[in-house]
């Protein structure tokens, strides 16, 4: 391919490496959030009914209003067990920030693949640093956007899945039945996604340093700091 000059060796300077880890931790960052499933369960007594599990399960987008309990038992407590959803729709959110891990994530294989292979072509045109400058720029600041915005999401979810919601279903205030909170799946998984969100941010927001060196902005800046003086002090005076 014209123009083609690989040199993996640009890889291990500043630029190359922290792109290289902006790659890796947009994978965790969408994987650990894009792949979740999880189930809050309840244990549910009524008429004919002792202790019966019921559950709801949940999954990335979160669209937790959709998801609904199943009946504790084919008769549905004697008819007192009305269809129970949980409270939420967080896919906004959620789909936000695996969208902008997904994008990061192309992002970075074609940077990687232009600072291996198209060094000289991307030095020699101002405009290519230039872009690359502002695409770093706007990405730390979506990433601190779309990790703050999941990380109250996911503090909503928990709510929206934890004991709390015994006392928003309505069947389980019925005469004769009695619900009781047993147990939700470990969101540690979507814990770390915030994390890597976080780290995300702090990588995107230290390259633009790195990115901002290349340009003929700093080159313009660094010739007027180290350029003399138009008005130069004369002697005697």
């Known amino acids: 391919m014209a123009g083609l000059r690989v040199d993996f ?6 630029l190359g490496f922290i792109k290289v880890l902006e790659w890796i931790f947009s994978i965790f960052a969408f994987a650990t959030c894009g792949g979740f499933q999880g189930e809050t369960t309840l244990l549910v007594s009524c008429k004919g009914v002792v202790n019966k599990t019921v559950a709801a399960a949940f999954a990335y987008p ?8 199943s009946a504790p038992d084919p008769k549905r407590c004697g008819g007192t067990w009305t269809d129970v959803y949980l ?4 896919s906004s959110s959620a789909q936000f920030f695996v969208m902008l891990a997904v994008l990061v ?7 990687l693949v232009v600072y291996a292979g198209y060094k000289h072509v991307y030095q020699q045109n101002s405009k290519f640093p230039l872009t690359d400058l502002a695409i770093t720029v706007v990405t730390a600041f979506l990433w601190l956007v779309s990790t703050f915005a999941w990380a109250k999401a996911l503090a ?3 709510m929206s ?3 709390s919601i015994i006392s928003r279903i ?6 004769g039945t009695t619900c009781r909170f047993a147990s939700v799946t470990s969101m540690g998984t979507l814990n770390v996604s915030v994390v890597f969100g976080l780290l995300n941010m702090v990588l995107w927001g230290g ?3 790195f990115v901002y060196k290349d340009t003929n902005l700093h080159n313009e800046s660094k010739r007027i700091s180290q350029s003399p003086g138009i008005y130069s002090a004369q002697r005697g005076i």
């Not at 409270?87 to 967080?90: D, L």
């Open 105 to 111: 994530f192309l992002y970075c294989i074609a940077a």
């Open 170 to 175: 309505e069947s389980c205030k019925a005469r």
């Open 9 to 14: 060796g640009l890889l291990l300077e500043p």
């Open 62 to 69: 979160f669209r937790l209003n959709t998801v609904v309990f």
């Open 161 to 163: 899945t934890g004991a």
């Open 207 to 209: 390259n633009i340093w």
């Open 156 to 158: 909503d979810i928990k």
């Open 87 to 90: 409270v939420g729709n967080f």
